[in-house]
């Protein structure tokens, strides 16, 4: 063996590079020609793009999806909280997710397109008919990515909107409830609805998806383009270029395009929208995702017993028949005047499901009822959104950040019984809607027995309505009101009002001074913090509401927190 | 005009297909890259509240280290929880009545958890043979440092101490977060 034969050198003593170290195991460079190879019959052209941008799209869900999959959890309590940390709180987590959401509708467009031009080339029959089929479960398919993707962040628009659908499956004759239990992982929606949805969305489908298109592929690359039906095979032969670059570089520039289209989309409308997280107990409005809301719409027009009809019926003839369709094409050639009632039957279609899908959105867009809900779920959505930036909860209720929230809750249980909020009385009490307002003081003022006071505690020898001009009422109602703290009430008029008490015999009951304890409660002050906690601690003090108090003590049951977060909560009440 | 040959315009075309392709995948991928950085770079689970209330006074004994553990709240990603356990560690007390001591229970090695060995009076880290005195002084074993002393108060007759956590494999002591 001679020492000037180094091992980099093969048998040959030619320097091998590892390009041909690869080929030898791994034969890249045949796997590389086998995938340029290919001629396009007839030329390239922009309708051929359509299948390789699908495709491309799905490329981009999947990177998105992995993404996403990093920091999103499926369950009841985590979902929302987790998508909204990623919509609001990651680097770039709103453009991924947008990506990834406004991708799938891209990818229903361009699949759809793809489907319409392979209807108008006439590339679904033979030799082509099983790809045809392919081609249609390949759509089917990502009809379910989307529809399960939808539920994934259990807001309500998501949540609703499966939930109509699973209740759709549910009609299903005979096998309906099965289906519908199978889909939910039980009787009802809940933790296993969302796991099963998730399992289905980021590994089963996946996965077939995947296997599903290699086989489409796999069809495509043996049977080739269908070249315009114009063209005979002998002039599509003489016209054909290679599809590496020729085709390829359409098919790349219109995929840059499309994800260029979602990408500007994205960035425009800052993300995909997230509603507030999904509240089974409220009523809302149950809308599917745009590509859905043609069937949404015919349901509509089929009521009650005939449903199965819009859910069903319909939807399984036209699916069986776009199945069958390259065995009832019976046209001599491509041409699309030979083939009329595919022609015909195609546009028909595409112009109902577009007249479907504008004249539900129209009707919407008429609908004041409708744009009420969206004005709530707005406001809900922005509450909820900004609450989940101080971190969620493990119970995944985000309503919990609100400062508010635990007052209601003591509220609902303790003070609810007696007292009104919603300006409709109390059963008990004086109803504390706009409570300490100038209006909610001159009502009190004018009668402060009437329903909307002291009418439902019913107190004897109560106070009297005051008897007064308008202008003294005026006046008497700012004095009370600059008692509260007011920042804006009229100290010159409030001092007219501080003038009339004595007069008016208002100080036959009340003192002003905060150390008289009279009939009735001293006035200084009142409406303050400190007045209104001492009510909700010992309402029956001798300088409030006195023996004749009917209100039970919350000192001792309420902690001193408690009583402080009462007092915001019920001052808080003054601008409903 | 000149007539392009094929072959030179096709190589250039295949360079455009490639580039293009390249340009394509970087938008979601460099995004998606970012994303994945965000919270490898960012703080761990920040712990609100400290110092925790961990023992009461007279329940560390002289030469008796006392295993407490540290519940607190914790802002973990999207999580914000009132009470989670945070970590242990053990209470020291050498004199009667003498100053309290705490150290963390993670061993400044790979991070297992220390145990005590009352009949040799060490601290023990059964992954690695680590042992260290009561005054967290490492004695034999792998630890690049001593064990982590925490923060420590008595405030009336309870034991407060404020939690941390510290970067595990340096001889250097750094806090984490």
Known sequence: MSADRPASHGPSGTKRTFREWLAERIGLEELGNTIRAGQVPGGASLWHTLGSVAAGLFVLEALTGVFLAT?????????????????????????????????????????????????????????????????????????VFALSGYLLPWDQKGYWAKLVEATIAGSAPAVGGSAQRFIQGGAAFGTL????????????????????LGFHIYLFRRHGHTPKWSLSTEEAAARAVPAWPDQAIKNALVGFLAWGV???????????????????????????EWYALPLFQLRMFFEGPLEIVATMIIPGVVTAVAFALPFLDRGPSNQPRHRRPVMVA?????????????????RDARDPAYAKARAEETARTETARRLALKGVPADGNVFRNDPTYHAREIWDERCAGCHGLAGAGGEKGPDLKGYNSRAWIRGFLANPDGPLHMGPAKIEKGMR???????????????VYAETGAADADTAK???????????????????????????PNLKGRGTAKWVAGVIADAGHPLLFTDRNKMPKFRGKLTADEIDEMTKFVLGLKGR | MAVEPPDERRAFLKLVTAGLGAVTAALAVVPGLGFLAGPARGAAGKGGANPLRVATERDVKPNRPLRVTAVGPQEDAWLRLDKVTLGSAWLVRTVEDGPIRAFSTVCPHLGCGVDYDEKAGKFNCPCHTSAFDLDGRCLSGPAPRGLDELETHVEGRDVLVRYQRFRVGTSKREPIG
């Open chain 1, 346 to 362: 195609s546009a028909l279609g595409l112009l109902a499901l577009t007249a479907l899908g504008v004249t539900a959105i129209a």
């Open chain 1, 494 to 520: 409030a001092g007219r009002g501080r003038d009339l008490l004595s007069p008016k015999d208002c100080d036959t009951c009340h003192d002003f001074d905060g150390e008289g304890e009279n009939e009735g």
């Open chain 1, 262 to 288: 979602v990408a500007v989309a994205v960035i425009q409308r800052h993300g995909a929208p997230l509603e507030s997280p999904a509240d089974p107990t409220s009523s809302t409005l149950a809308r599917p």
């Open chain 1, 193 to 212: 609805t969302l796991t099963r949805a998730y399992a289905l969305h980021a590994m089963a489908l996946p996965a077939l998806l995947t296997a599903l």
């Open chain 1, 465 to 479: 309505p005051v008897e007064a001009t308008p202008e003294e009422m005026d006046a008497l109602v700012e004095y």
């Open chain 1, 71 to 143: 920091a999103y959890t499926p369950s009841v309590t985590g979902a929302w909280a987790s998508v909204a940390f990623i919509q609001d709180q990651m680097a770039f987590g709103w453009f991924v997710r947008g990506l990834h959401s406004f991708g799938s509708s891209a990818l229903i467009v361009v699949a759809g397109l793809h489907l319409l031009q392979v209807l108008l080339f006439g590339a679904y029959r033979r030799p082509r008919e099983l790809n045809w089929m392919v081609g249609l479960a390949l759509f089917g398919m990502v009809a």
